[in-house]
């Protein structure tokens, strides 16, 4: 909104400064400190206002250390990063993009899909909460709403640039041509881009892709808020996790928005996306707000209303700026959180069925509940799956030199 303020006031009144709001970076920088300010500052006030309401975590005894002693810590505090993410989007970003459109309505969708999950639990008293196949169904609704826009919105295309050309006077010369395109970035690879009409079998039209992209988005956005359901099991662990990934969402948001970035370092040139670095910094912002509080020992959870939309935002953001093959190497923690969920209940049923009896191969599922049993501290097995993270990220962005 304010974006919009400042650039008629530098257009029809010609005010000294206001057309620094046309810079990307600036925005980028006042984003991450008002969702920081807001996380900070208002997110105690929310902290006080849950105990007040005795909104408190119900612990399953699972026999780990210290888990008890969370028991009464209040939860929902996915709040704060949801409007610590979305009052500086608003802000600072341009509110008609449609990528931005796009991300805001995942934040919310899978935000009311988590409170859902947190009010049945906490006022319902019920320990399972929403069930499963809700979660499901909300999350295939986001991944149809993503799909579909993504195919079918005119103002989503990727651009092409031809060959450098230079003229008889010595000038150069570039031409491009934007195009409605399901193109994709492969990481590690230089010829890396890949069409998902290679997917289709030569009997089928190339304009029924769409069915295929739609499913391949839902399963995305479903695992990815899924596995990032599944990391919210340890003291800033979860937020941690999101804020390395932000960053580098961020970084590659504004490169694919960027022409001279993204010409250099042979990255696919979307326009118009370059606003999503916006939406990166308050989201990284929110997240590392909440963290303060978070933090072991925490004084709030986010609950499903924070864990399933970060997992839904991320997976969005990889979507849109078309580097989502690159998740399982950046959202490594969450896919090794949810394949150690699937592999015990897999493994445990098999030799169930086989031997008459259970066998697991963790001592505990998800992985960080394994490192609890093997008496890990907490905190320890937080910071040592944040510097796989770090890592993780790093190896993301070289992809882009690597081409």
Request: charged fraction near 15%; aromatic fraction near 12%.
């Amino acid at each position: 909104m304010l974006y919009y303020l400042f650039d008629y006031l530098d257009k029809q009144w010609n005010i000294p400064g206001a057309g620094v709001f046309q810079y990307i970076s600036f925005r980028v920088f006042l984003a991450i400190i008002t969702s920081l300010g807001i996380a900070a500052i208002w997110g105690k006030a929310v902290i006080y206002r849950l105990q007040r309401l005795q909104i408190g975590e119900e612990i399953r005894d699972l026999g780990l250390e210290g888990q008890m002693q969370k028991k009464g810590t209040p939860t929902m505090g996915g709040f704060i990063i949801l409007l610590s993410l979305i009052i500086p989007t608003l802000l600072f970003a341009k509110i008609t993009n449609v990528y931005i459109v796009l991300l805001l309505t995942s934040a919310i969708w899978l935000g009311a899909v988590g409170f859902a999950d947190d009010y049945i639990k906490v006022f319902k008293k019920n320990k399972d909460g929403l069930s499963g196949r809700f979660k499901i169904v909300g999350q295939i609704g986001l991944g149809i709403i993503v799909g579909l826009t993504m195919y079918f919105n005119e103002h989503i295309k990727v651009r092409l640039f031809s060959k450098v050309s230079v003229l008889a006077d010595g000038t150069t010369l570039q031409s491009y041509t934007d195009h409605k395109s399901l193109m994709t970035t492969v990481p590690f690879l230089k010829n890396n881009q890949f069409d998902y009409n290679m997917l289709l079998p030569d009997f089928i039209p190339d304009h029924y892709v769409w069915v295929v992209y739609v499913l391949v988005v839902i399963f995305i956005i479903t695992a990815v808020s899924n596995g990032a359901n599944i990391t919210d099991g340890l003291d800033g662990l979860a937020a941690g996790t999101s804020v390395i990934i932000g960053l580098t969402l961020a970084i590659l948001a504004y490169v694919s928005g960027n022409k001279v970035f993204s010409q250099y370092l042979n990255v696919m040139f979307i326009p118009n996306s370059g606003e999503l670095a916006i939406f990166c910094a308050a989201f990284v912002g929110a997240c590392i707000g909440f963290l303060w509080y978070n933090a072991y020992p925490a004084q709030v959870f986010m609950g499903d209303t924070g864990s399933l939309m970060l997992g839904g935002v991320i997976a969005t953001l990889a979507i849109v700026i078309r580097k989502e093959m690159l998740i399982p190497v950046l959202c490594g923690i969450f896919l090794v959180e949810n394949l150690s969920v699937i592999i015990q209940v897999a493994y445990f049923k098999y030799t169930k069925q086989k031997y008459g009896e259970g066998r697991r191969v963790f001592l505990m599922s998800p992985l960080h509940h394994h490192f609890q049993k093997k008496n890990y501290h907490e905190a320890k097995i937080v910071i040592r799956f944040l510097i796989v993270g770090i890592i993780l990220a790093v190896i993301s962005l070289v992809t882009l030199k690597l081409r």
